[in-house]
């Protein structure tokens, strides 16, 4: 099992829909949880990040966090053509620095 | 801010060869991460640096890896002997501190391939 899994896509989403995007991780001591997107041919970016269980908003984006079920996702509102890109789900190891990333999951945004 | 940099951009070597990449943090970040990317492996985590002492090597794939980092400031990954299947982006980040809630800012990376 890996340590962090994500579908790989292409998922494909309507302008204007929501875009839901999931992660699970096998570590349940993981401490922090991230979203890093990533354009072709460039490096990956922050979107967001979480620590604790619920919901956490920042404009289009909303990152959700269940620790119990060892499961964080990221929801894009409104979705525009821009958000097209791989979004990569990364997490912290307890006792850990450095990042665990998923696989990514391609997002296409169709107009 | 001037954020993360990387040299050089691109490199392309030839088998056995030895290369030298560099990364320039984020001025007063004091932990700086390696990490490469390949098509078959995703983002896969290489070394971490706190000030010039590196804590965490787990990453590195064999000793022909290896890398410093001098003056809290600048790091060098040195891979000799190249592989083909060392062929790929090579991304270095770095965060205010260490702690995993730290946010890691990334360079735009090394594209490195080995015929």
């Known amino acids: 099992q890996k340590e962090v899994e994500q579908n790989s896509g292409p998922l494909s989403v309507p302008e204007g829909a929501i875009a839901s995007l999931n992660c699970t991780y096998s570590?349940?001591?993981?401490?922090?949880f991230f979203w890093y997107r990533q354009y072709s041919g460039k490096s990956p970016e922050l979107i967001m990040f979480i620590y604790s269980n619920g919901d956490k908003e920042d404009g289009r984006f909303t990152a959700q966090l269940n620790k119990a079920s060892q499961y964080v996702s990221l929801l894009i509102r409104d979705s525009q053509p821009s958000d097209s890109a791989t979004y990569l789900c990364a997490v912290t190891p307890w006792g850990a620095q450095k990042l665990v990333f998923g696989q990514g999951t391609r997002l296409t945004i169709n107009p | 801010g001037a954020g993360v940099s990387q040299s050089p951009s691109n490199k392309v070597t030839e088998k056995g060869k030895d290369v030298e990449l560099r990364c320039d943090p984020i001025?007063?970040?004091?932990?700086l991460y390696w990490y490469r990317q390949s098509l078959g492996q995703g983002l896969e985590f290489l070394i971490y640096f706190q000030g010039n002492s590196a804590p965490d090597k787990s990453g590195l794939p064999s000793d022909r890896f290896s890398a410093e980092r001098t003056g809290g400031s600048v790091s060098t990954l040195t891979i000799q002997r190249t592989q083909q299947e060392d062929s790929a982006v090579y991304l270095c980040a770095s965060s205010r501190d260490r702690g995993g809630q730290e946010t890691q800012y990334f360079g735009p990376g090394t594209r490195l391939l080995v015929l």
């Open positions: 570590d349940r001591g993981s401490q922090s």
């Open positions: 001025s007063g970040h004091t932990a």
